[in-house]
T-cell receptor, first 112, second 116 residues
Framework: GAGVSQSPSNKVTEKGKDVELRCDPISGHTALYWYRQSLGQGLEFLIYFQGNSAPDKSGLPSDRFSAERTGGSVSTLTIQRTQQEDSAVYLC??????????FGPGTRLTVL | AQSVTQLGSHVSVSEGALVLLRCNYSSSVPPYLFWYVQYPNQGLQLLLKYTSAATLVKGINGFEAEFKKSETSFHLTKPSAHMSDAAEYFCAVSDVGGTSYGKLTFGQGTILTVHP
């Protein structure tokens, strides 16, 4: 079946612009996670959604970052007023409950 | 709090040689442990996982790992390396059933190079 998909695969933006990154989880998966992969920080947890519960936003690095999940499926990660340090690969993963997480191919964000 | 330490950011082996990638973890609750592989410009692919059943876990592509609670280790091995094994490998810990909702804490990764 279809895996986790993310779009766009690459995004180049100018400092100060807003960006939206999209994640389509595996159909039926109730949990959705966002992670960030950067050279300096490795793989870091950003945010977690589980069903209709309030999301765990404990990993978001600043209030410029936000995410939503509509209808328990698609999720959008928004970064406002992007900075150069936001350049990274943003990975989305989904799972059934709290079991094995399956990752998408990622979105490579470059902030000029 | 959880943490993962991968010993060796780079490991180089000859084709056909044993692959050993080291991972030590710290967790306040019984952990779930994972190894993921990442090929260039791709996402993470699950190799294998430990979820409190058998301590010796077999995964895809001939890889296996052994959970050793006394050593807080979960080292990844493969008896004979293949050129296609060249990639970056990540060990991760999750406290499923704890307070972190199963979110993964990753090690820094180990880049495996396989020489002909």
């Amino acid at each position: 079946g279809a895996g986790v998909s993310q779009s766009p695969s690459n995004k180049v933006t100018e400092k100060g612009k807003d960006v939206e990154l999209r994640c389509d989880p595996i159909s039926g998966h109730t949990a959705l996670y966002w992670y960030r992969q950067s050279l300096g920080q490795g793989l870091e947890f950003l945010i977690y959604f589980q069903g209709n519960s309030a999301p765990d936003k404990s990993g978001l690095p600043s209030d410029r970052f936000s995410a939503e999940r509509t209808g328990g499926s698609v999720s959008t990660l928004t970064i406002q007023r992007t900075q150069q340090e936001d350049s990274a690969v943003y990975l989305c993963a989904s799972s059934l409950g709290e079991a094995t997480q399956y990752f998408g191919p990622g979105t490579r964000l470059t902030v000029l | 709090a959880q943490s993962v330490t991968q010993l060796g950011s780079h490991v180089s082996v000859s084709e056909g040689a044993l692959v050993l990638l080291r991972c030590n973890y710290s967790s306040s609750v019984p952990p779930y442990l994972f190894w993921y592989v990442q090929y260039p410009n791709q996402g993470l692919q699950l190799l294998l996982k430990y979820t409190s059943a058998a301590t010796l876990v077999k995964g895809i592509n001939g890889f296996e790992a052994e959970f050793k609670k006394s050593e807080t280790s979960f080292h990844l091995t493969k008896p004979s390396a293949h050129m296609s094994d060249a990639a970056e490998y990540f060990c991760a810990v999750s406290d499923v059933g704890g307070t972190s909702y199963g979110k993964l804490t990753f090690g820094q990764g180990t880049i495996l190079t396989v020489h002909p």
